[in-house]
């Protein structure tokens, strides 16, 4: 089936050659008009259907939502909002939308309605640009690392460590539910399971993806990751991708450096890539926030504001330079907000981040060196005996897009601290033998995809951005 892809005929086609279509349709105005869409672009090719001489019977199955081919030769139009058009010489219905029972109608639904029919909602503009960005985005990760030299190594997404996902961690066996073998102590008895031993989804792929840093030299994964958040929120979701890189003889100036690198050169790539798309979405966007009272709306487009994340630097802080900035503003009286900070040692809220971000240096911020307390076995320790060589990244609007450390390499250290948490040891043998072996220096972190994604399309909601969102009670499909 040779068809020509709509993008193509408004950005490369001459006028004067016959072409096949094929799509669905958007509006059918006149009994005359079609615009029909394929997914290739946000723009409709208009169709011009010579109704005099078509049967009323097959008029009548050209509906909103019907996938339909047209052959025809391209033509410039003289009508207004297009510069060509295809009269049809022959048009064939290949699938009907019954107009009673098909949700999809031309006026603007609401996020709500259509996360309700996630599996249609592709056919909506909103979510054409958003999947076609999404789409660009992912490519741009790849193309960006493997430049580099980066190696993608696949992580396991069934594994017997739960990296530190207490308690988020969704469990895997092939047990029948009602016949789990226990022990004699009621205890189950996970050696007759699949795999002879508890098993659960990644929660990431980080140590795995160190043990191949430490022989690859630049390794990244980039796959689902698996988290039972019980949280209902506009950032979390319990299937997301995450992109992580991870690097020998990088140490955290090269993380940070890398990760600015790689934010920026992807928001680049869509800017070049899908500009309809972004100027569709920057629209949408900047509706929305006329619907908003004066002082709450947004003075940047969303356009402005990739443009900008590009042009500065991004903010690098330590916590506790994070924690002086929070303490000042909360007892500076003329702020609107009280950033009351429990002090030193706390883990940040997200209202502090995004004053940080949004208020305070209006940029990216990158925070490192935070309290060890708060961050994970596997953060060198800095010499202060207090802070960790740990970073997070922070977005506008987002808050933590990067979560990243320089890892300890230092067995000695590495072990002590496991023993202070009572990381069982033995467990993570294959992981402490890097350190045993051949140790070096060595960075990394883990991007969330859908955050970029999120940031990039201007979109409110997490749920919005990934194609089929898994969050507590929703896993139709
Ligand atoms: P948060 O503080 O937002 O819960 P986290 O610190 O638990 O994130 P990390 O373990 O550092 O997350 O994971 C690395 C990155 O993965 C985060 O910076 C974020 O971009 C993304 N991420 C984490 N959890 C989720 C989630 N449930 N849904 C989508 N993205 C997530
Ligand atoms: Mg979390
Ligand atoms: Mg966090
Ligand atoms: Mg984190």
Redo the contacts with the bound molecule.
């Keep these: 089936s040779q068809r020509t892809k709509i993008k193509a005929l408004l950005t490369g086609t001459p006028t004067g050659t016959e072409v096949t279509v094929k799509g669905w349709v958007r509006a059918f105005r006149q009994n005359r008009f079609i615009a029909l869409n394929d997914g290739s672009t946000n723009n409709n090719i208009q169709i011009v259907v010579d109704f005099e001489n078509t049967d009323p019977a097959l008029l009548k199955r050209i509906t909103v939502g019907a996938a339909i081919s047209v052959t025809g030769v391209l033509t410039q139009s003289l009508g207004q909002g297009q510069t060509v058009e295809i009269p049809a010489s022959t048009l064939e219905v290949l699938g009907d939308a019954d107009p009673e029972k098909y949700p999809i109608q031309p006026k603007k639904h609401s996020l709500e309605f259509l996360r309700e029919n996630a599996h249609l909602r592709f056919r909506t503009n909103t979510f054409g640009a958003i999947f076609r960005v999404r789409n660009t985005l992912a490519f741009a990760v790849h193309q960006f690392l493997q430049e580099k030299g980066f190696v993608y190594l696949h992580t396991p997404i069934i594994t017997a460590s739960d ?3 207490a308690g ?1 961690t969704f469990h895997v066996t092939n047990f029948d539910f009602d016949k789990i073998p226990r022990n004699d102590v009621g205890e189950i008895d996970y050696k007759q399971d699949f795999f002879g031993r508890a098993t659960n989804l990644t ?2 792929g980080q140590l795995e993806g160190e043990l191949g840093a430490m022989a690859l030299s630049d390794i990244y994964t980039f796959g689902p ?1 698996f ?1 039972a ?1 019980n ?1 209902n ?1 506009t ?8 992109i ?1 890189p991870e690097m020998a003889f990088y140490d955290l100036k090269d993380n940070a450096d890398l990760a600015e690198d790689l934010l920026k050169y992807v928001i680049q790539y869509a800017l070049d890539k899908n500009k309809d798309d972004l100027e569709f979405l920057s629209q949408r966007l900047a509706d929305e926030e006329k619907q908003k009272p004066q002082n709450e709306r947004s003075e940047m487009s969303l356009l402005d504001k990739l443009q900008f994340c590009l042009d500065n630097d991004f903010e690098r802080i330590t916590y506790t330079e994070a924690i002086d900035i929070l303490r000042e503003s909360s007892h500076n009286k003329k702020k609107k907000f009280q950033y009351l900070i429990e002090g030193w040692g706390a883990d940040l809220q ?1 209202e502090h981040e995004r004053y940080l971000v949004e208020k305070h240096f209006k940029k990216p911020v990158v925070l490192t060196d935070y309290p060890k307390e708060i961050k ?1 076995f596997y953060m060198r320790q800095n010499d202060d005996g207090k802070t960790v060589a740990a970073m ?2 922070l977005f506008p609007g ?7 450390s320089q890892r300890e390499e230092r067995l000695d250290r590495l072990e002590q601290r496991m023993d202070e948490l009572g990381i069982p040891k033995d467990e993570l043998w294959w992981y402490l033998d890097t350190r045993r072996f051949g140790t070096c220096p060595h960075a990394g ?8 994604v999120l940031f990039v399309t201007g979109m409110g909601n ?1 749920r919005d951005v990934i194609p089929f969102p898994r969050f507590p009670k929703n896993a139709e499909f």
Excluded: K
């Design positions: 990296a530190e996902g988020e929660v990431s990751t988290r958040e949280s929120t950032r979390h979701l319990a299937e997301f991708w995450m992580e997200s994970s997070d990244i987002i808050g933590e897009i990067i979560g990243g972190f883990g991007l969330g995809f859908e955050r970029l997490i």
